[in-house]
């Protein structure tokens, strides 16, 4: 299959982990985050970090969108479908996600409507065959599929639908990577940067990153060839004292991103002063807030709103596995009260979420060698 195949072509692979053990520095350690939860599903998945020299480590970001979202924004919009008059709208990743009083399906057993959808256009579809109740969509993501949620309300808008209304919780990638390079406890020295947000607002946005803090950005694609090239073209630039933004992923990513996508999202959404991350705290300008010009079709200023701030259970590492401060095997918690099947942190349930890329393959690969006898 063209744009697959010929990325996991095992001779191809074996190049470029030669390739990666010549050019890293033995006497060196480094310290690579990869910035999409993506990234770290494919790692693991193809074992790439067993390709790897000992002394590159591979340590995961903040971008799992349902990841970084606080228990209090999932109770907010659960505290709005109280109402038996509005049915609740959610993509699948978000239905296990544990708020104060349980997770979305959780409520759904209980009694409240609350429904998968796959697109935000299944939401709309849903307020137009029922009239006589209202629907919310409970909007989750990076730039990646704010511009969906735009479009969606730009069709509201346009149809003047009544019974319809959007919970934004869209995040920005641009200040979760400054405040990582903030943090006082963390050393990066290069970033395999995301994909799927580069394929809307392109590669300048990093270029700060390159040349203000002096570190490496390679915007990668998925498939195991993307990452180890990607790795190749970070140790190239450390190599040779360079610090810049580069973009392998040219076949997909444009350099200046998606025009009609920023604009959709520049007429629909403004910027948040600040919007509270789940173990990151407070980050100004992180989040996206629909436009008063919207105000009739947002869910936050057509309902009352707790707003209240609910604090992750203690025993879980949540925040410090994803400021990469922790490995998701070194919580407390992980593997054994918090699992796929029973998470309490968002990590475990995301399909991006680094705890459940860990659980699903180096867990488990680790218990397999273990029962043989071979060594882990």
Known sequence: MKFVDEFREPGVIGKASAEIRRLADPARHYRFME???????????????????????????????VCVLPMGRIDDGLSIAQDPNVIFTAFGDMMRVPGTHGSPLEHKARGMDVRIIYSPTDALKLAQKNPGRHVMFFAIGFETTAPSTALILMRAK??????????????????????????????????????????????????????????????????????LQSIVMLL?????????????????????????????MADVFELRPYFEWRGMGFISQSA??????????????????PGVRVTDPKAAQCGEVLKGVLKPAQCKLFGTECTPERPVGALMV???????????YEHRKAAVLTSIGAPV
């Open 350 to 360: 995301s399909s991006e979420g680094s705890c459940a890329a860990y659980f699903s």
């Open 158 to 227: 346009e149809l003047g639908l009544p019974n319809f209304s959007v919970f934004s919780n869209h995040v920005t990638i641009i200040p979760a990577i400054r405040a990582i390079l903030d943090s006082p406890d963390m050393r990066i020295d290069a970033f395999i940067g995301p994909g799927h947000v580069s394929t809307v607002i392109g590669c300048r946005p990093y270029e700060w990153i390159a040349k203000n803090e002096g570190k490496p950005i390679v915007v990668s694609g998925f498939e195991p060839v993307d990452v």
């Open 288 to 305: 996206l807030k629909i436009r008063d010009t919207y105000a009739q079709w947002d869910a936050e200023q057509r309902f009352q709103v």
């Open 236 to 264: 190239q630039q450390l190599n040779a004292g360079e610090a810049k933004v580069e973009n392998q992923y040219k076949r997909v990513v444009p350099w200046e991103g998606s025009r009609p996508a920023l604009r959709a």
């Open 35 to 65: 910035v999409c939860g993506g990234h770290t599903h494919a790692i693991y998945r193809f074992g790439l970090k067993d390709l790897l020299p000992s002394n590159i480590e591979l340590v995961h970001g903040p971008g799992c969108p």
